[in-house]
T-cell receptor, first 114, second 114 residues
Framework: DTEVTQTPKHLVMGMTNKKSLKCEQHMGHRAMYWYKQKAKKPPELMFVYSYEKLSINESVPSRFSPECPNSSLLNLHLHALQPEDSALYLC?????????????FGSGTRLTVV | AQSVTQLGSHVSVSEGALVLLRCNYSSSVPPYLFWYVQYPNQGLQLLLKYTTGATLVKGINGFEAEFKKSETSFHLTKPSAHMSDAAEYFCAVSRTGGGNKLTFGTGTQLKVEL
């Protein structure tokens, strides 16, 4: 299995809703990442988990809450989002705790906040 | 800190023509370099990577790139463009010696015309 699976593919939520994005990989990768991508822009790093511990938080607002329950699973909990948070949210994984072999990306969750 | 610059946010070629997408890097240490492709509404797919060794790197779908330290460049080429190559292309860099962070360029939109 050489894939990163993200669910759901599309999500529409109101500003008072609570929702979660899910990411799963079975490649034995021990680093997992959340990226946010706005239209016509490169991905922006949000969080990095290394060996199930949060190692990087790129000053992301607290309305985004990551969770890594085990080495294969990564969640992003969403609460009280703003319309400007609408974007493609990408999950990725990599070997060990460095990016030097490249990331494997999921196909993303298209989030719309109304 | 490392960074990459992609020259030309939009490149248009005729089907069958040479594809050349430009990427220059800035790094205080030897970098690891990557090219990713993103099709509409999808995640990023790794095309190729340079870590160490041979400076001419071959990737998937007929793409290749050459690491030129003297020019601090890692340009992506393909001898003959196909309609299916139309996509967004991102150059990315990570730091040798570890670390979780991939830094992306701003992207180049490739259009292939008949």
């Amino acid at each position: 299995d050489t894939e990163v699976t993200q669910t759901p593919k599309h999500l529409v939520m109101g500003m008072t809703n609570k929702k979660s994005l899910k990411c799963e990989q079975h490649m034995g990768h021990r680093a997992m990442y959340w990226y946010k991508q706005k239209a016509k822009k490169p991905p922006e790093l949000m969080f990095v988990y290394s060996y199930e511990k949060l190692s990087i938080n790129e000053s992301v607002p607290s309305r985004f809450s990551p969770e890594c329950p085990n080495s294969s699973l990564l969640n992003l909990h969403l609460h009280a989002l703003q319309p400007e948070d609408s974007a493609l949210y990408l999950c990725a994984s990599s070997q060990a705790d460095n990016a030097n072999y490249g990331y494997t990306f999921g196909s993303g969750t298209r989030l719309t906040v109304v | 800190a490392q960074s990459v610059t992609q020259l030309g946010s939009h490149v248009s070629v005729s089907e069958g023509a040479l594809v050349l997408l430009r990427c220059n890097y800035s790094s205080s240490v030897p970098p690891y370099l990557f090219w990713y492709v993103q099709y509409p509404n999808q995640g990023l797919q790794l095309l190729l990577k340079y870590t160490t060794g041979a400076t001419l790197v071959k990737g998937i779908n007929g793409f290749e790139a050459e690491f030129k330290k003297s020019e601090t460049s890692f340009h992506l080429t393909k001898p003959s463009a196909h309609m299916s190559d139309a996509a967004e292309y991102f150059c990315a860099v990570s730091r040798t010696g570890g670390g979780n962070k991939l830094t992306f360029g701003t992207g180049t939109q490739l259009k292939v015309e008949l």
